[in-house]
């Protein structure tokens, strides 16, 4: 057994893990000790039993290689048994929740900053996931980050690298390491949630689809899935080989950043379904032909017709959303007759509620759709069980959209960023608007007129926790919102997320422009917050 190193450190300030984990730019990352306090502060405060199973793995970004060996020393020096690591350093997001499950892991390390770009000047992140598979909630969160503020040594043993690439068991420092398959637990718990019959003979029958992995981690598991095992053409999963820099784009699966695929979707010729995912793999786009599905619309059309997948079949418990996702899911849960529930922003809000087996089904706006299968959100699943009840139900997504809004109405739905603004011009936004929250009811913005307004606070149905301060709430009387909230996931500055949303009922006009159907909302987010003058700017970066 090799020598436990024990390396003096200084505590690192204020590394306050945010929505999904510790996000910096990757020369933050490269500072001595950094990326080894984090990971010692997890370590510290998840105290591993001796003998404890770890799985690393990561999107493939540049320095995910770096990492991963450090943290195999370092989890060799602090007592775990074993450790499962993707080959080649892979795992996307909800394969690794499934590798902790299925191995009952103590945990795991993600190494992702997910949809941010990558590469040497880029972004890259760390993340602890818990035993059953989703990421630590805040009471870990907060620990580790009072950890690192006090941390004064890190433990590593002496050892080599490890060969990534070479599938199989190696020894460091007295603790196993084996080298598995990245795609095949994966692709098996998919081929066991849905129809592959039913879809493999719907390809058959001619069903087409492009599938954008953006050179990100989801590339070999959508060309096993997709390609190998349900028939479709080869090359129809596109940038399918994860790369350090993600080619150099955003591997961001919205309008803007998938434009290519958006395109090829309304043109001629265009296929059934696009799709895309993120650098780790947890969020999807989906795009039918001529027609784009936001994804609060997604979570609610996959939720109404989730009995078409066989693992789903007669076991819809309940929905959650994240509170800025728009209420179409929460109609769908009503005609269903099951609970729906309003968590904070981030997926670690759903673990309780997946655990306790209270919602079955869950998504975000961030096009973010997952199910109780693992505790992650689920980019391919969220594609496969669209293709599920694409082949079942013979009908296009466009058809499927329009009957699901001629029965349960349309909410119109936008997101608009303001990115790398200052943090003081941020700030100076949300607490000018908390302190007037009290005076917006009864107060008229055009035609709109304020019934509720309030900061949002989540009381934890399961283990009585409270999240507060979880974004700023305006709701119209008739239905209309709009959402104000500080992203926990930027690396530069500060993100201003302002949340539109308008509902049109199954009489009214379910064929209108979104951007027509929000401009009452806009006008009033203006008059609201003072958005221009806070942060500078005139107009949005980003409009998903
Ligand atoms: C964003 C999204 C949120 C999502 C989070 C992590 O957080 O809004 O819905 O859960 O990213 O997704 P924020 O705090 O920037 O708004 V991922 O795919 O980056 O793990
Ligand atoms: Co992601």
Redesign the pocket.
Do not use: F, I
């Given at each position: 057994m090799s020598q436990i190193v024990t390396v003096p450190t200084q505590p690192f300030e204020g590394q306050a893990p945010?929505?999904?984990?510790l996000?910096k730019k990757v020369k933050v990352f490269q500072q001595p000790n950094y990326a080894e306090n984090f990971i010692q502060s997890v370590f510290d405060v998840v105290s591993p039993e001796p003998g404890a199973v770890l799985v690393i793995g990561g999107d493939g970004r540049f320095h995910n290689r770096t990492v991963i060996q450090q943290a195999i020393r370092m989890a060799a020096a602090n007592g775990y048994g074993k450790v499962l690591v993707g080959q080649g350093g892979i795992l996307s997001?909800p394969a690794a929740s499934n590798v902790i499950r299925k191995y009952k892991a103590s945990g795991g390390l993600i190494l992702?900053?997910?949809?941010?770009p990558g590469g040497p000047d880029e972004d890259f992140?760390i993340?602890y996931n818990i035993a059953n598979g989703g990421p630590a909630p805040e009471g870990v969160t907060g620990a580790v980050l009072d950890r690192t503020k006090e941390i004064d040594r890190w433990l590593t043993v002496e050892a080599d690298d490890i060969d990534l690439d070479t599938p199989g068991d190696v020894t460091v420092g007295g603790m196993t390491v084996s080298v598995i398959d990245p795609v095949a637990d994966y692709a098996d718990l998919m081929e066991e949630l849905f129809d592959f019959d039913a879809i493999r003979a719907a390809v058959q029958g001619g069903l087409t689809m492009r599938f954008d992995a953006m050179s990100a981690v989801t590339g070999p598991y959508a060309t096993e899935i997709l390609e190998n095992r349900l028939g479709f053409a080869k090359g129809t999963v596109v940038n399918g080989t994860p790369l350090e820099d993600f080619g150099g784009h955003h591997p961001d699966p919205n309008l803007i950043h998938a434009k290519d695929l958006y395109d090829l979707m309304m043109g001629e010729g265009a296929p059934d379904l696009g799709a895309a995912s993120?650098?780790?793999g947890?969020?999807n786009l989906i795009i039918g032909r001529g027609r784009f599905i936001t994804p609060s619309d997604s979570l609610a059309m996959l939720a109404a017709n989730i009995e078409c997948a066989p693992a789903y079949k007669g076991r819809l418990t309940g929905i959650a959303r994240?509170m800025?996702t728009s209420a179409a899911a929460d109609r769908v849960a009503e005609a269903l007759g099951v609970p729906c529930f309003e968590t904070p922003?981030?997926?670690k809000f759903f673990g309780n509620l997946l655990d306790a087996g209270k919602v079955t089904i869950c998504g975000?706006?961030?096009?973010?759709t997952g199910s109780d299968h693992v505790r992650?959100?689920d980019g391919l699943w969220a594609v496969l069980l669209w293709l599920n009840i694409l082949a079942v139900r013979k009908i296009s997504v466009d058809a499927l959209a329009r009957e699901h809004w001629a029965r349960f109405g349309r909410n119109y739905y936008a997101r608009h960023d303001y990115e790398g603004i200052e943090k003081t011009g941020a700030d100076a936004l949300m607490d000018g608007l908390k302190a007037r929250l009290d005076t917006l009811p009864g107060k008229a913005f055009g035609a709109l007129v304020v019934a509720v307004a309030d900061s949002f606070s989540y009381t934890d149905p399961v283990d009585g926790s409270v999240s507060a301060n979880q974004g700023i709430r305006v709701l119209f009387e008739g239905g209309s919102r709009v959402v104000f909230?500080?992203?926990?996931?930027?690396t530069q500055g500060a993100?201003l997320?302002v949340y539109l949303e308008n509902y049109t009922g199954p009489d009214g006009d379910l064929d209108a422009e979104t951007g027509d159907m929000l401009a009452p909302q806009i006008a009033a987010a203006e008059a609201i917050a003072g958005i221009v003058q806070h942060t500078g700017r005139t107009a949005p970066d980003v409009i998903t």
């Open positions: 945010g929505t999904s984990g996000r997001t992702s900053a997910s949809h941010n992140g993340k993120d650098g780790d947890d969020r994240s800025p922003t981030g997926w975000e706006e961030s096009a973010g992650e959100k909230r500080l992203s926990g996931t930027g993100t997320r």
